[in-house]
């Protein structure tokens, strides 16, 4: 069973910056793209950046410019760095295989506040 186990998260102010981490029990990580998701309370999840096998590496228009995806694939984990953090980036954190999802892990929650 592969396991997802997203860190990182907390309390900051807008502005702000915090890197995610999320670390897959999983020895096929290298092959496959890598997503970063969020949900708010009330909305669906959306993929906020995703990382493929090769580095290539796309994002939500609205985070474009704030937020880089990154990868090591020696230690099967996959970061999320977030800067100028704006109120409306508060959402649980995920991570997860974007074309063969496995089984969500308990994300990370991210609040963004004065």
């Known amino acids: 069973q592969v396991q997802l186990v997203e860190s990182g998260g907390g309390l900051v102010q807008p502005g702000g910056s915090l890197r995610l981490s999320c670390k897959a029990s999983s020895s096929i990580f290298a092959i496959y793209t890598m997503g970063w998701f969020r949900q708010a309370p009330g909305n669906l999840r959306d993929m906020v950046a995703q990382i493929s096998a090769g580095g290539h590496t796309n994002y939500l228009d609205s985070v474009k410019g704030r937020f880089t995806v990154s990868r090591d694939n020696a230690t099967n984990t996959v970061y999320l760095q977030m800067n100028s953090l704006k109120a409306e980036d508060t959402a649980v954190y995920y991570c997860?295989?974007?074309?063969?999802?496995?089984?969500w892990g308990q994300g990370t929650q991210v609040t963004v506040s004065s």
């Open positions: 997860n295989y974007v074309q063969a999802p496995r089984p």
